[in-house]
T-cell receptor
Framework: SQTIHQWPATLVQPVGSPLSLECTVE??????LYWYRQAAGRGLQLLFY??????ISSEVPQNLSASRPQDRQFILSSKKLLLSDSGFYLC????????????FGPGTRLTVT | AQSVAQPEDQVNVAEGNPLTVKCTYS??????LFWYVQYPNRGLQFLLK??????LVKGSYGFEAEFNKSQTSFHLKKPSALVSDSALYFC????????????FGAGTRLFVKA
């Protein structure tokens, strides 16, 4: 069966510090991968998605970036965090090709102080 | 452009009563429609989807949803609510011709009272 991992689970970082959140998927090949941010326990904002290694689409211009160095690894980064980057970050995957439903990781709670 | 509306921020229902969580959508073509559930401090869990075919789809934990093309709705239903159904529910839509981008609604918080 497929499993998705995210780490860390929680993170407190000062303004201006760098960020690296990692997501890995097991049990599938060539998945579509997604990064979302959820603010205040409500709606999801799609940040990035990827249909293959090195193929990243950005949905929201901001100081975040994403990379996919391996087939089942998706990394969210920032060089300098802003207070507004605080939130709950969710990684998700879906089957390559038709890309129907998405399966979400447990999330990372980021607090920028 | 795709959009999803969940008109109720919160739905309250007594345990054992039927529940409905509403969702309407807007897409330029034919939609893929989804419902997800989120428990506190957790990721979203997939409940059910409509891709094509029968307008009534059944999903996990006894939930079902009905696709209504004329009303552009995809309401989530359950015949008998449980206290454990209390959670945040998200409706989502993807245009069949619009690539991989899925739009999520703002979410509806369901409270089931014992």
């Amino acid at each position: 069966s497929q499993t998705i991992h995210q780490w860390p689970a929680t993170l407190v970082q000062p303004v201006g510090s760098p960020l690296s959140l990692e997501c890995t998927v097991e049990g599938t090949s060539n998945p579509n991968l997604y990064w979302y941010r959820q603010a205040a326990g409500r709606g999801l904002q799609l940040l990035f998605y990827s249909i293959g290694i090195g193929q990243i689409s950005s949905e929201v211009p901001q100081n975040l970036s994403a990379s996919r160095p391996q087939d089942r690894q998706f990394i969210l980064s920032s060089k300098k965090l802003l207070l507004s980057d605080s939130g709950f970050y969710l990684c998700a995957w879906s089957e390559g090709g038709q890309a129907y439903e998405q399966y979400f990781g447990p999330g990372t709670r980021l607090t920028v102080t | 452009a795709q959009s999803v509306a969940q008109p109720e921020d919160q739905v309250n229902v007594a345990e054992g009563n039927p529940l409905t969580v509403k969702c309407t959508y807007s897409v330029s073509g034919n939609p893929y429609l989804f419902w997800y559930v989120q428990y506190p401090n957790r990721g979203l869990q997939f409940l059910l989807k409509y891709i094509t075919g029968d307008n009534l789809v059944k999903g996990s934990y006894g939930f079902e949803a009905e696709f209504n093309k004329s009303q552009t709705s995809f309401h989530l239903k359950k015949p008998s609510a449980l206290v454990s159904d209390s959670a945040l529910y998200f409706c989502a839509v993807r245009d069949k011709t619009g690539g991989f981008k899925t739009i999520f609604g703002a979410g509806t918080r369901l409270f089931v009272k014992a």
